[in-house]
């Protein structure tokens, strides 16, 4: 064979090796599983990879039951179980982690890496899941509500616990003192979101913070509403955050909601009432508490889930240094029913101002008084309240929180439990507008605290919005105009499609029950709190879609009608 012909050849045959080789290879990576993509993590988001372990049986290994072969139990050996290089919150009393996902992913096969951390550094610590997991991959079709036992082991110890899937938010909470109360105490937050990429914010927050029971007669519940102020680790300078896609700020509230049964009240009302009054406000269109459901753990010790919320302030009425903000107390003077002495100090008849701060003094209050003094005295000089309404008082406003009141019976809400506010208050021509606060005893409810659910409904027909004597005045006196804009509004809103429609009402609580519902925070909740939840929300469903004709179709419709009437 000549020189020429045995290189051929030699070519050929490598040749030939190569195109064997690269089929076998393709065959190979078409018969062998592909290992889906995890969820993208920035640097700064990922864990220590030491610390991060792959599960042995996700990557076929061991199965659950071979754990732990012939290992030893060793209680208190799993400091943490971390989600994509993220601690979980973990429920210490019942052994319980708990992840949150986005429920846009639930039903869907998801990645997550699960890793465990162990007391001893210097160990590996693996995991295995009893059921559910795919094999080789830590690949999950997501499931609300789901659980998963979970085994965390080496060589020589292992110990058990529980992981729970939920696409509600997870706060855990440690704080410096056991035993919180009205004064401040220092903490540290984490927050899990599910819904990160949605919110625009991150999968895991954390801060410093100062914690504090907040509220009157709701801070005597045996579960207990919080305000919580983020802070830079000095615990002193303010760390300004936006939370679960809220307004980025360093002071939030932790409503507890234990006095509602649904837990929803407050939250559709304040959506509701922003939606409504869009537009209305001169500086602001969400003047409202914005709020966010979220489980909460303090101190290791499940508390059920919160409504997370931006208080109503300044700066979600988007007020200038000018502006004031007076907050109503109790039902002292807060129905504009009476007035007596003259206010000297940031509290008076009820009410608190909060803006201005530090030296309050009459001048600030000169304003508002007159408004108050001139409706409690409106049949001794019924031309000055006309004056001073006509001038002070929004049309609009006024209208809305009638409507407002009346279509849910905020009993609550009729003087007491909202905010007055102007943006700027030394303007002589000062417009005030209402905002409500705290609407948790609605849709039939009265005051309940540790009552039985039936004990606290009531017929839709009672009624006792007319204690609030401010808007029956300037409604009897057809102010701007009042009868007639409340009569089409009420006609517009609560007509077919309307934003106050019994349809549109129960489609948001639909969709609220179904989430709390899927997600287990109601059964959790239940189970934490049952004293004061309804074991039982479809009953409560149908309970509120009863309430709602009965006020719509019977009630309401008479009350408006007497307004419709020609002023005489």
Request: contains cysteine.
């Amino acid at each position: 064979m000549d020189k020429k012909r045995l290189i051929l050849t030699g070519g050929l045959l490598v040749i030939a090796v190569i195109l064997f080789a690269a089929a076998a290879i393709g065959l190979w990576q078409y018969l062998t599983p592909k290992q889906p993509p995890l969820i993208p993590q920035s640097p700064a988001q990922q864990q220590d990879p030491a610390t991060v372990v792959r599960s042995e049986q996700i990557t076929g290994m061991f199965d659950y039951d071979e754990i732990p072969g012939e290992t030893t139990r060793k209680k208190g050996l799993i400091v943490s179980l971390t989600a994509n290089g993220y601690p979980l919150a973990y429920d210490k009393e019942n052994n319980i982690y708990y992840c949150s996902v986005s429920h846009k992913d639930v039903g869907s096969m998801v990645g997550i890496s699960f890793g465990a951390v162990g007391k001893d550094e210097t160990e590996v610590y693996s995991l295995a899941f009893e059921d559910d997991v795919m094999d080789r991959y830590s690949y999950f079709k997501l499931t609300n509500d789901k659980s998963y036992k979970v085994r965390v082991y080496t060589d020589a110890e292992y110990d058990e616990t529980t992981l729970v899937i939920t696409s509600m938010p997870f706060l855990s909470i440690t704080t410096e003192k056991a035993s919180l109360s009205k004064t401040e105490t220092n903490c540290t937050i984490a927050l899990q979101d599910g819904d990160w990429r949605e919110h625009g914010t991150a999968e895991y927050t954390t801060s410093h913070a100062t914690i504090r029971v907040r509220g009157a007669s709701s801070a005597g519940f045996p579960k207990r509403p919080y305000r919580l102020n983020l802070k830079k680790d000095d615990y002193v300078t303010q760390n300004k955050m936006s939370l679960l896609g809220l307004r980025n700020d360093d002071d939030w509230i932790l409503d507890a909601m234990y006095n509602d049964p649904t837990r929803m009240h407050n939250r559709i009302s304040a959506e509701i009432w922003n939606e409504m009054t869009a537009g209305h406000y001169p500086e602001s269109d969400t003047p409202a508490m914005s709020g966010c459901y979220v489980e909460v753990i303090i101190n290791g010790a499940y508390q059920g889930f919160y409504d997370l919320i931006e208080p109503v302030d300044s700066k979600q009425l988007n007020l200038s240094d000018e502006g004031t903000l007076i907050k109503t107390l109790s039902w002292d003077g807060t129905y504009f029913d009476k007035y007596k002495g003259t206010p000297e100090s940031d509290l008076w008849m009820g009410f608190e101002m909060k803006m201005p701060e530090g030296g309050i003094g009459f001048e600030d209050w000169a304003l508002f008084y007159d408004l108050l003094e001139a409706t409690a005295d409106y049949k001794k000089d019924t031309d000055h309240f006309v004056a001073v309404a006509s001038k002070h008082f929004d049309a609009e406003n006024l209208t809305d929180y009638w409507i407002f009141l009346n279509a849910f019976y905020l009993r609550d809400n009729r003087g007491k439990n909202l905010y007055w506010s102007t943006v700027n208050g030394n303007d002589p021509n000062a417009v005030f507008y209402i905002t409500p606060w705290d609407c948790d005893v609605a849709y039939g409810y009265r005051y309940g605290g540790n009552n039985p659910i039936n004990a606290q409904r009531i017929p839709y027909s009672e009624d006792h919005i007319k204690h609030f004597v401010l808007l029956e005045r300037y409604l009897e006196l057809d102010i701007h105009n009042s009868r007639e804009m409340l009569c089409k509004k009420w006609d517009t809103l609560t007509g077919p499609g309307g934003l106050l429609s019994i349809q549109n009402v129960l489609k948001r609580y639909e969709d609220y029950f179904d989430y709390l519902l899927d997600s287990g925070a109601w059964a959790r909740e239940t189970k934490r709190w049952n004293q004061s939840m309804n074991p039982d929300p479809y009953e409560e469903f149908v309970y509120l879609e009863d309430w709602l004709i009965g006020r719509y179709e019977e009630y309401m419709p008479e009350v408006v009608d007497a307004w419709r009437e020609p002023k005489e």
